[in-house]
């Protein structure tokens, strides 16, 4: 894709490296808070099931549907995100993510439920708004790993596996939802006082779905959403139902189910820059092709429902890794292709696309389970579409941001990277 000069942004000055890493820190922070919140359902869930009297379907229904209202929010809220800038918007979701996790914690029927988990989708938009905000304070050689950085946020999920059930068995059922609601209200004073849009940053032109229209007839921004829906939605579909998964395949109790998926969730986490990394040193292209068949002999092995000692564990922790050094390459790809005044929205459906790639696993294995009393049909179709991206990656994506006419790259910024 060609970058008009209209488009390039002059990179952040030398001397504004404190501010880049300071944004990158406050950035990174608001997306792990919006993201704990965001993923409160998971862990409980289970033992939601079991006092309600649920279904598999019905379970799976609940979990999923905060992710994909988060999913599509990334669409408008990134858009929102070129027009007004992280400064705002990040304050503004974290304070609008308040309110259905407070709910929460003082609604008990299923409907009244899914319409809090409908609010609480909200929280999973902060994506859309980090992401731009990281790429105009770094450089194209540097925003891989700089968005890999900031992609630690979805240590968030990590957070809730580990302390919702423990905060709600300690404390009482309200404990989480009240903990969480109180620091995003802290983090969204922190952001309106210290966060800062970057230097030059560029206010599109014309109306937000004009830009959405735009960025929808690149196609690249189709290319990369298919490729993240099969990283991040992979990374995504795990962390919110792995839980049940563990519960129900292998017997655990819910406390170790949960930590056990968190583990899962922070390796995928750490990952997620080294990815990025790869792809700044090398070329994203090759890190995908191996992280997707990679991921695909995995799922292979998951599908037989081997042993959990050692096999399951292995098999699931190295869909981890690969699942969190995918996302880190994808975004590479957006940091280096994305024009500067339109990586809020290409983020947004980009980002969409993740999690809706992660909506539709959960609800395919608990009606497949449901079925079949099996999760192997699930699991070979992760494998079968892990396969897929794995092949088109390497055949169509092989020349996306290569270096032109022998020389430098040339991102976004304007600037040139050897």
């Not at 989708?121 to 980090?130: E, H, R, Y």
């Not at 839980?243 to 583990?263: I, K, S």
């Not at 000692?309 to 890794?321: D, E, K, N, R, S």
């Amino acid at each position: 894709m060609t970058i008009t000069g209209k488009q390039r942004v002059a990179a952040p000055a030398a001397g504004a490296t404190r501010a880049a890493v300071l944004n990158l820190a406050l950035a990174t922070l608001g997306f792990l808070l919006n993201f704990w919140a965001w993923a409160l359902l998971g862990p409980l869930g289970p033992g939601i099931k079991e006092r309600l009297g649920l279904s598999f379907a019905a379970q799976s229904l609940l979990v999923a549907v905060p992710v994909v209202v988060g999913s599509l929010g990334r669409i408008p809220v990134g858009a929102l995100t070129d027009r007004y800038g992280a400064r705002v918007m990040f304050p503004l979701v974290s304070l609008a993510t308040i309110v259905p996790v407070l709910a929460l914690a003082y609604v008990s029927s299923y409907p009244a439920l899914i319409v809090a988990g409908f609010f609480l989708g909200i929280g999973g938009t902060a994506f859309a708004v980090g992401v731009p905000l990281v790429s105009g304070w770094h450089r194209p050689a540097r925003r891989g790993f700089a968005i890999g950085v900031f992609g630690i946020g979805t240590g968030g999920t990590a957070i809730a596996n580990f302390t919702t059930v423990r905060l709600a068995d300690a404390y009482g059922s309200k404990a989480p939802f009240l903990l969480v609601a109180a620091v995003l209200a802290g983090y969204a004073v922190l952001a309106f006082l210290l966060l800062r849009d970057a230097p030059g940053r560029q206010r599109p032109a014309g109306s937000a779905m004009a830009r959405l229209v735009g960025v929808g007839r690149l196609g690249v921004t189709w290319q990369l959403c298919f490729l993240y829906s099969v990283g991040f939605g992979g990374f995504v579909a795990f962390s919110v139902y792995l839980p049940a998964y563990l519960r129900t395949a292998y017997g655990l109790e819910t406390a170790d189910a949960a930590l056990r998926t968190a583990g899962f969730v922070v390796l995928a986490v750490a990952a997620r820059p080294i990815g990025g990394w790869l792809s700044d040193q090398l070329h994203p292209v090759p890190v995908l092709v191996w992280c997707y068949a990679g991921v695909a002999g995995f799922a292979v092995v998951q599908a037989f429902q081997p042993p959990l000692m050692p096999l399951g564990t292995i098999a699931f922790l190295g869909m981890a890794i690969l699942l969190g050094a995918a996302s880190g390459g994808v975004f590479a790809l957006v940091g280096r292709v994305a024009p500067a005044d339109k990586v809020g929205s290409v983020t947004g459906l980009v980002g969409a696309a993740g999690g809706l790639g992660g909506f539709v696993p959960p609800l395919i294995m608990g009606w497949v389970y449901g079925l079949q009393s099996s999760y192997a049909i699930g699991l070979m179709l992760l494998s079968d579409v892990a396969l897929a991206a794995a092949v088109y990656t390497a055949v169509k994506m092989s020349g996306l941001a290569r270096p032109r006419n022998g020389g430098h790259e040339q991102g976004p910024g304007g600037d040139a990277d050897g």
